[in-house]
């Protein structure tokens, strides 16, 4: 009686974890020391947990007061995003149809409309990993991108650039 009452626990655990709801946040950083940032450089990874997840969503903010993209950038500068995906399980491809591009007012105070982006993964399967590449029409200087990791099911792995 007491082991069929420990794995029906077990199992009710099991499946909670597998749809609990979680958020993980932190910067990723443009190290222009680093890379050359006029093509597009990966700046956040996150792979997914064995057990996969059910839904993920990455949010990334331009607009950090005195060390964002746009406070570090000049009036006119371009940044360019993408979301590219693990398709076959070893190379990143890009599944959308064009990048997020946005243009700097150079005053460190982007319009809302314009402050961040927003990608909608969806179901990874088990290991599977997703990267968020930024690209710059100049470099000027290091800067962070805060980021919002939010996903269905065990916590994934999530690896930030740092400036070194």
Request: hydrophobic residues 40%.
């Amino acid at each position: 009686m007491a082991f069929t009452s420990d794995l029906r626990r077990w199992i009710r655990q099991k499946v909670s974890d597998q749809l609990e709801v979680r958020e993980a946040t932190g910067n990723a950083d443009i190290d222009i020391s680093a890379a050359v940032y006029t093509g597009y450089i990966n700046i956040l990874t996150v792979t997914a947990p064995a057990t996969g997840l059910i839904d993920c969503v990455i949010d990334i903010d331009f607009n950090k007061a005195t060390t964002g993209w746009d406070a570090i950038a000049t009036a006119s500068d371009t940044l360019d995003c993408v979301l590219v995906k693990q398709i076959d399980g070893t190379n990143y491809r890009s599944t959308q149809l064009a990048s997020a591009q946005i243009t700097a007012n150079g005053d460190g105070s982007l319009d809302a409309s314009e402050s961040g982006v927003s990608f909608h993964v969806g179901c990874m399967q088990a290991n599977a990993s997703v990267q968020v590449h930024v690209k710059l029409s100049v470099e000027r200087d290091d800067c962070e991108l805060p980021y919002r990791v939010t996903s269905i099911g065990a916590a994934p792995t999530i690896t930030a650039v740092a400036a070194g």
